[in-house]
T-cell receptor
Framework: EDQVTQSPEALRLQEGESSSLNCSYT??????LFWYRQDPGKGPEFLFT???AGEEKEKERLKATLTKKESFLHITAPKPEDSATYLC???????????FGTGTRLQVFP | DAGVIQSPRHEVTEMGQEVTLRCKPI?????LFWYRQTMMRGLELLIY????????DSGMPEDRFSAKMPNASFSTLKIQPSEPRDSAVYFC??????????FGEGSWLTVV
C-alpha cells in the first residue's frame, strides 16, 4: 500500500535557524513526489515536484531533495512568514491520485 | 487565472440535512479531485474524474456521499443525509497538462 510519513509533526524555529523536514514514502513505482504549503484557512499551495532520486529543486529559502525512500525540505534562514504546514504527497505510476502525509506544522519566531 | 473556485466557503447544517458542495476547476484542466481534510486523518482523496468521468471513487466513505461532474467546468459533492462526523474541510482540486494539482480554498462544513 502506498504510504507517506512526515516528521516531525511540529517544529518551532527561531528566525534564521535552518532545519529540515522529512518525508518518508513507500510507493509501487514513483511517478512524482510533491511538496505543498498550507496556511491556516487556505488550500494547499504547490511548491515543488520531484521525479527521480538525486533531483533537487529550490525556491527562495526552500530546497527539496529526493532519494529512493525519502524526501527532505530544507529551510535555510527561515523567516516568520515561512510559518505554515508543509505537506508531502506521492503519486504512483499506475494512478493519477496524490497520497498525502499528515504534514509538518512549522512555526518560525522572530 | 482565477484558480479552482469552491462554494460555499462555510456551511453549518443540521444532522440529516442534504449538503451540496460545488467546484469550478481551472479552465482547460481535465482532472478533478475531491479531498477531505480532518485533524485526525489529514487529506484523504474521496473521488476523482478524468474528462468528466469518475475514475476512482474508492475513497467515498459511504453511500451517503455522491459526486457528479456534468461538464468540464462544474462538479458537485453531495452528502445526504449529513452526520456530525462529516464535519471537515472539503477541497476540490484540478490538474491539467503536467502533474501539478491545484487546490481550491476549501469548503468548511460543520454538521450539528
Amino acid at each position: 500500500e502506498d504510504q507517506v510519513t512526515q516528521s516531525p509533526e511540529a517544529l518551532r524555529l527561531q528566525e534564521g535557524e535552518s532545519s529540515s523536514l522529512n518525508c518518508s514514502y513507500t510507493v509501487s513505482g514513483l511517478r512524482g513526489l510533491f511538496w505543498y504549503r498550507q496556511d491556516p484557512g487556505k488550500g494547499p499551495e504547490f511548491l515543488f515536484t520531484l521525479y527521480s532520486a538525486g533531483e533537487e529543486k529550490e525556491k527562495e529559502r526552500l530546497k527539496a531533495t529526493l532519494t529512493k525512500k525519502e524526501s527532505f525540505l530544507h529551510i535555510t534562514a527561515p523567516k516568520p512568514e515561512d510559518s505554515a504546514t508543509y505537506l508531502c504527497a506521492v503519486q504512483a505510476k499506475n494512478t493519477d491520485k496524490l497520497i498525502f502525509g499528515t504534514g509538518t506544522r512549522l512555526q518560525v519566531f522572530p | 487565472d482565477a484558480g479552482v473556485i469552491q462554494s460555499p466557503r462555510h456551511e453549518v447544517t443540521e444532522m440529516g440535512q442534504e449538503v451540496t458542495l460545488r467546484c469550478k476547476p481551472i479552465s482547460g484542466h481535465d482532472y478533478l479531485f475531491w479531498y477531505r481534510q480532518t485533524m485526525m486523518r489529514g487529506l484523504e482523496l474521496l473521488i476523482y474524474f478524468n474528462n468528466n468521468v469518475p475514475i476512482d471513487d474508492s475513497g467515498m466513505p459511504e453511500d451517503r456521499f455522491s459526486a457528479k461532474m456534468p461538464n468540464a467546468s462544474f462538479s458537485t459533492l453531495k452528502i445526504q443525509p449529513s452526520e456530525p462526523r462529516d464535519s471537515a474541510v472539503y477541497f476540490c482540486a484540478s490538474q491539467g497538462y503536467g502533474n501539478t494539482i491545484y487546490f481550491g480554498e476549501g469548503s468548511w462544513l460543520t454538521v450539528v
